[in-house]
């Protein structure tokens, strides 16, 4: 089943896209005919049991994996018309990413971890507006701490600050709260959730978390590869 959002323009738009991972015999076609729309402003949960392909579907959405067939839009922007380099420019400009791992540099205090998508898009505050995104996740007496000294929820405070510093038009999130304790993770969806209504971001969301899915505006289902239901949240 393919599961359309008309009531916005689209923030992201997937149509046709198929993608295998893996060589010869251990090839797995991971996504099959995936058509998906998601508008913009939309918070949007993605469910389904390990492999499904949610996670995947998510990177895809990202541009972080290319599909083997089909289009991918995001922002208005085809990504099959950019190169890598091109790509990388347009992630760090349009989507702010958090992993369940984090993804910290390890040798950057957070302050400089923040810093660094801003730095990249040329920005000549960078380290201001890092401050201030770390203010507002509650991290302001932390800047000069590295990773190895914060706690894994703090961690993901710095990592969901830097997803936000550049103001992106879309939040995409993978398990975000997979690596932490119970309540550690509810404040950091508070958090991300504030950060989308506040901003008026477009989020996407993985998670196992059926009560957290249900804080979205829409819940798509996958099994198998493949969109198997979706309902919008009363």
Do not use: W
């Not at 469910?47 to 208005?76: C, F, I």
């Not at 349009?94 to 898009?121: C, D, R, W, Y």
């Not at 957290?212 to 289902?221: E, G, I, K, P």
Request: aromatic residues 2%; contains cysteine.
């Amino acid at each position: 089943m393919n599961e359309t959002s008309v009531t916005a323009p689209a923030a992201i738009r997937l149509c046709g896209v198929n993608l295998s991972l893996g060589r010869g015999a251990a090839r797995v076609h991971i996504l099959k005919d995936i058509d998906l729309h998601i508008g913009a402003g939309e918070a949007v949960g993605l469910v389904g049991p390990s492999g499904s392909g949610k996670s995947t579907l998510l990177m895809v959405a990202a541009g972080l994996e290319r599909p083997d067939t089909g289009a991918v839009q995001v922002a208005g922007q085809d990504l099959r018309a950019l190169d890598e380099d091109a790509l990388a420019r347009f992630r760090g400009k349009k989507i702010g990413i958090v992993f369940q791992s984090f993804h910290l540099i390890p040798t950057m205090t957070a302050l400089e971890n923040v810093a660094v998508p801003l730095e990249l898009a040329g920005a000549t505050d960078a380290f201001e507006r890092a401050a201030a995104e770390l203010a507002s996740v509650g991290l302001r007496d932390r800047v000069d701490h590295y990773p190895a000294e914060l706690s894994g929820g703090e961690q993901q405070r710095v990592a969901l600050a830097r997803a936000l510093a550049p103001h992106p038009a879309i939040l995409v999130a993978d398990e975000p709260t997979g690596n932490l304790d119970e309540a550690t993770g509810r404040e950091i969806i508070a958090l991300l959730f504030a950060g989308h209504e506040k901003r008026g971001t477009t989020l996407v969301l993985v998670t196992h978390d059926a009560a957290l899915a249900r804080r979205c505006d829409r819940v798509v289902r996958l099994r198998s590869g493949r969109i198997e239901a979706g309902e919008r949240i009363a």
